[in-house]
């Protein structure tokens, strides 16, 4: 099956820090651009970073500006797998974390089943 899973999600103190996986299979997700999405309780989805790899020498990569100095996508095209390392996080991270596939004009025609990151002590 063409799809993306997430996995790495779950509970974390304040300050720590956890890494988010993205695993594409049926497709190769360096011909995409990959974008990690999060969907705050109660409210609607926020756009995080995006990385597209499928350059020889590194990878073009884009954050929201509030979050790049905590959040940091990345990727490893051998085992087709985007990542989102965070650190220093807060309690307002709680949150639903998805990685979206984009097929073209900014439309998400894939995304991961959604992971949970719960930010407490």
């Known amino acids: 099956d063409v799809q993306l899973v997430e996995s790495g999600g779950g509970l974390v103190q304040p300050g720590g820090s956890l890494r988010l996986s993205c695993v594409a299979s049926?497709?190769?997700?360096?011909?995409?651009?990959v974008h990690w999405v999060r969907q705050l309780p109660g409210k609607g989805l926020t756009w995080i970073s995006g990385i597209y790899s499928g350059y020889a020498d590194g990878a073009l990569t884009g954050y929201d500006d509030s979050m790049a100095g905590r959040f940091v996508v990345s990727s490893d095209n051998a085992l087709n797998t985007v990542y989102r390392e965070m650190s220093s996080v807060e309690p307002a991270d709680t949150a639903v974390y998805y990685c979206?596939?984009?097929?073209?004009?900014?439309?998400?025609?894939?995304w991961g089943q959604g992971i949970q990151v719960t930010v407490s002590s």
């Open positions: 049926g497709f190769t997700a360096s011909s995409y651009w």
């Open positions: 979206m596939r984009d097929g073209g004009y900014w439309h998400g025609d894939l």
